[in-house]
């Protein structure tokens, strides 16, 4: 697609239950990363891949937090057993290649807007 | 000491004016610095990326880095209300692979 896809936009959940998020980037970019940003904060990394392969996880809030990305393109972002501290908006962004002299520019999807009740 | 930090704001100016919008890092070695505009209810758009000593011009807006002094900077010639928005500042450390991004500048333009 044109630019990175994130489903769903808007997810309301009660507190205990599994949630599961989803990220398609840029064709073609190899690094994804996933963001969250509570109301009126900044924005806190969580994970990214390169590829396949997450060499970074420590932004994970907890172990109820997990990811995965198949086939270098799609990633899907789960929390178990949600909180009410899990409310927020989940930010996906993909680029051409992770890092580098230069550091290539980060694109962002429209994000998931999580409310736990 | 936060690794990037921006002033909240907000920052006031007319219709017109030049916007200066300012963020400052830890990490010395950090190699490349975006700048990008969040609308409320939106998501993070860039709006410009710099990774030398200097200048960097795009239309209405320049980029400016000094890493003697660890701040970048970024300015909007004759800003408009449609560029009230909130301006985060990110960098890219020497040693990893993920962004840090400051809280941002909150900018309103009043006509």
């Known amino acids: 697609g044109a630019g990175v896809s994130q489903s769903p936009s808007n997810k309301v959940t009660e507190k205990g239950k599994d949630v599961e998020l989803r990220c398609d980037p840029i064709?073609?970019?190899?690094?994804l990363y996933w963001y969250r940003q509570s109301l009126g904060q900044g924005l806190e990394f969580l994970i990214y891949?390169?590829?396949?392969?997450?060499?970074?996880k420590s932004g994970l809030p907890s172990d109820r937090f997990s990811a995965e990305r198949t086939g270098g393109s799609v990633s899907t972002l789960t929390i178990q057993r949600t909180q009410q501290e899990d409310s927020a908006v989940y930010l996906c962004?993909?680029?051409?290649?992770?890092?580098?002299?230069?550091?290539?520019?980060?694109?962002f999807g429209d994000g998931t807007r999580l409310s736990i009740l | 000491q936060k690794e990037v930090e921006q002033n909240s704001g907000p920052l006031s100016v007319p219709e017109g004016a030049i916007a200066s919008l300012n963020c400052t890092y830890s990490?010395?070695?950090?190699?490349?610095f975006f700048w990008y505009r969040q609308y409320s209810g939106k998501s993070p758009e860039l709006i410009m990326f710099?990774?030398?000593?200097g200048d960097k011009e795009d239309g209405r807006f320049t980029a400016q880095l000094n890493k003697a002094s660890q701040y970048v900077s970024l300015l909007i010639r004759d800003s408009q209300p449609s560029d009230s928005a909130t301006y985060l500042c990110?960098?890219?450390?020497?040693?990893?692979?993920?962004?840090?991004f400051g809280t941002g500048t909150r900018l309103q333009v009043f006509p």
């Open positions: 962004a993909s680029s051409l290649v992770v890092g580098q002299i230069g550091g290539e520019p980060q694109h």
């Open positions: 064709s073609g970019h190899t690094a």
């Open positions: 891949f390169q590829g396949n392969s997450a060499p970074d």
């Open positions: 990490d010395r070695g950090s190699q490349s």
């Open positions: 710099i990774y030398s000593n």
């Open positions: 990110a960098v890219l450390g020497p040693n990893t692979d993920k962004l840090i």
